[in-house]
């Protein structure tokens, strides 16, 4: 490509290795970029890997169990971790803790060496701690899923190759950004009679300066990569600070590139691991620190918007928390819409921002393939759809996978009360035999009304997790205008919808413009509407309250660099 040309060449023979190694993936992958059609180098199938992969990669994971991670970083005092499994066993792993001073000190004294290699030998980088870490996709599965309570097939694929897909595609848009002006151009301006003015001018992409990352709970690589690698390919020096329960797959990030930056000449210490003590509040005191200009957070939004507030002197790049909806208003395949909106509800328990909460649906009915069905018929199939996905335990398990943290568990338990009205789906539990201390639920569906304040006053509010609300509408302009309303107030990561009307469509696609949410239309197959691909896929839009930025876009990697020129005479 002829961006490409546009960066200085690297030095060294082990960095020029990895640029001829990498330079194909990185072509086809800004190339994907443009394409936005299914692309990508990791395969997502766990047999891919070989024979031995899931085995070798079970050992790996068990090796570090009960023991020190072996981490040689500076400022270290001693040590952290209690990192428990929700599936019940405790990890018994211990991490290097560190003084944030050091850790950001050390970062920043690694910038210069990191900023001065250019966008290029950067990238190169980039790609080859992500195909080392896609070489190790099952040893990652296995701690995604005891950190996270991902059933290990959806630990393996959002843990592992889909993470991959994220950090590559955020490489892949700084490098195009960091290219798109020539490096060097010549000015030249003519003078009429006299002779013209000549001039050489040249174009730095120039870090901000050390970033942060904080991790989350939940999907710890997946959200974190496209920050992390956004970051180092923009030359910003990274301080990793995991969340205290799902420290594991951020901490073997950080030492396999920790290992690829040395081998290639750089100072390690442009990624350092943040494992914090329990109570320490770590990210709030790195956060403000005047040498970190960039903090990438997923979380809640209460933390979310403290960040905002606080990090005054960082670019802030947050996904915090919303209250998605979809509108159920006619359909012609409706075994297809239950089956997919069932899948949706409960894959990971609902403990994903994409899932559907609310269900908006005409309290009149709805036109379907199989004739008009009542509202109440409407819930009672989608209950029964989830029970039937569901029936079978270890199925169920599979695609629940295990409640990640107490507020879940307990948000489940008072949804089973009704607490939050009445219940047209009770969860049950689902016995693992594998791991009988896992506490793992089904979705409970709760019936609301959106003329009762009382209803609405619980389904407008974000229940992270198996809860879902079936809320009566008066009519198909009504749900539009819920949903409009709802992403405006409450922030949405996605929107979801199924209609045969073309006019209401239109309505819909105006409201998610709008109000600056995703929409998915009558997804009836493969596709979901919790799920979302690189190198297609915008996850999230950052144009409403649940998020201020997107994976991944030009805009998410262009304002963690600024250009510099130097220009002179000729």
């Known amino acids: 490509m002829a961006a490409a040309d546009r960066s200085p060449e690297p030095a060294g023979p082990a960095l020029a290795g990895l640029v001829e190694r990498h330079r194909e993936t990185l072509d086809k992958a800004t190339a994907a970029l443009a394409a936005r059609d299914y692309w990508s180098p990791y395969p997502e199938f766990p047999k891919a890997y070989g024979e031995t992969a899931a085995a070798d990669g079970k050992a790996a994971f068990d090796a570090l169990l009960g023991r020190p991670f072996e981490l040689d970083q500076p400022g270290t005092d001693g040590e952290a971790g209690g990192e428990t499994s929700p599936y019940g066993p405790q990890l018994g792993i211990t991490y290097p803790h560190a003084d944030s001073e050091a850790l950001v000190a050390a970062a920043r004294a690694a910038l210069p060496g990191w900023a001065a290699a250019g966008p290029l030998a950067r990238a190169a980088v980039c790609l080859e701690v992500l195909a080392r870490i896609n070489a190790r996709s099952h040893e990652f599965a296995q701690a995604v899923m005891h950190t996270t309570g991902q059933a290990y097939g959806m630990a393996f694929q959002a843990g592992g190759p889909h993470a991959q897909d994220r950090g590559l595609e955020a490489v892949a848009h700084a490098y195009a950004e960091q290219t798109r002006l020539p490096r060097q151009a010549r000015w030249t301006k003519p003078q009429g009679r006299r002779d013209p ?105 209460a933390f979310g918007e403290w960040l905002e507030a606080n990090a005054v002197q960082a670019r802030v790049y947050t996904e915090k928390a919303g209250v998605n909806t979809a509108v159920l208003e006619s359909t012609d395949d409706y075994a297809g819409m239950l089956g997919n909106l069932a899948f949706s509800l409960s894959l990971y328990s609902g403990q994903m921002c994409t899932t559907p909460q609310n269900l908006l649906v005409p309290r009149g009915g709805i036109d379907t393939d199989q004739g008009h069905r009542s509202f109440d018929e409407v819930v009672a199939d989608l209950a029964a759809a ?12 599979a695609i629940l996978g295990a409640v990640v943290n107490p507020g879940v568990a307990e948000r489940i338990g008072r949804a089973a009360e009704g607490a939050y009205g009445e219940l047209a789906l009770a969860p049950r539990e689902v016995a693992v035999p594998d791991f009988p201390d896992a506490v793992v639920r089904t979705p409970a569906l709760v019936r609301a009304d959106a003329a009762k304040p009382d209803d609405a006053a619980a389904f407008l509010g974000e229940c992270f997790g198996p809860v879902s609300f079936v809320v009566a509408v008066d009519s198909a302009a009504d749900a539009v205008e819920l949903l409009r309303r709802t992403v405006k107030e409450k922030g949405a990561m996605t929107a979801a919808a199924w209609t045969t009307s073309e006019e209401v469509e239109a309505a819909l696609v105006d409201a998610c413009l709008d109000a600056g949410v995703s929409l998915s239309l009558n997804l009836t197959g493969g596709v979901y509407a919790n799920q979302t691909a690189a190198f297609s896929d915008l996850h999230g839009t950052g144009a409403n309250p649940a998020a201020n930025a997107a994976y991944c876009d030009a805009a998410f990697v262009a304002d963690r660099f600024r250009t510099v020129q130097v220009r002179r005479h000729v």
Request: overall charge neutral.
């Open 197 to 301: 003015l000549v001039m050489e001018k040249t174009s730095t992409a120039v870090p901000r300066g050390v970033a942060l990352l904080v991790g989350c709970n939940t999907f710890p690589t997946w959200n974190g990569y496209p920050g992390l690698f956004a970051s180092l390919a923009t030359g910003n020096p990274v301080v990793v600070k995991p969340h205290p329960r799902a420290v594991l797959p951020l901490a073997l990030t950080v030492r396999i590139a920790r290992e690829v930056l040395a081998e290639a000449g750089f100072d390690p210490n442009t990624v350092v691991l943040a494992a914090e003590r329990e109570g320490e509040g770590l990210a709030k005191t790195l956060a403000v620190h005047p040498e970190v200009r960039i903090v990438d957070y997923t979380g809640s939004s």
């Open 386 to 397: 989830v029970g039937k996905l569901l029936g079978d335990d270890a199925r169920a398990a």
